[in-house]
């Protein structure tokens, strides 16, 4: 069964950091591209980082451009979201995304308030 399984969401202030965790299975790791994405309350989902070809660097959303940064540790099957000077208008719910599998996981969290 593939699957992906986001974790790492909380309650921050403005300012400060989180590191999002989205680990796959089911499925050959390293052969993917994994992307980001976020949705706030009220709005659609929007792409916030991503390589949907392994291999492509990433691109960012503008928004996030210099405060977010994607990673990946293919030894533990886990690609990483590191979120810097977070804000107010970041708070939504992140999900990664296998685009070539169509494959989503259930997101998590993450609020930014003082």
Not at 30 to 39: A, H, I, M, N, S
Request: charged share 20%; aromatic share 12%; proline share 5%.
């Amino acid at each position: 069964q593939q699957q992906l399984v986001e974790s790492g969401g909380g309650l921050v202030q403005p300012g400060g950091s989180l590191r999002l965790s989205c680990i796959g299975s089911g499925f050959t790791f390293k052969l993917y591209g994994f992307e980001w994405y976020r949705q706030a309350p009220g709005k659609e989902r929007e792409f916030v980082v991503g390589n949907p070809h392994l291999g492509e660097p990433p691109n960012y959303t503008d928004s996030v451009k210099g405060r977010f940064t994607i990673s990946r540790d293919q030894t533990k099957n886990t690609v990483y979201l590191q979120m810097n000077s977070l804000k107010p208008e970041d708070t939504a719910v992140y999900y990664c995304k296998v685009a070539a599998l169509r494959l989503w996981g259930q997101g998590t969290q993450v609020t930014v308030s003082s």
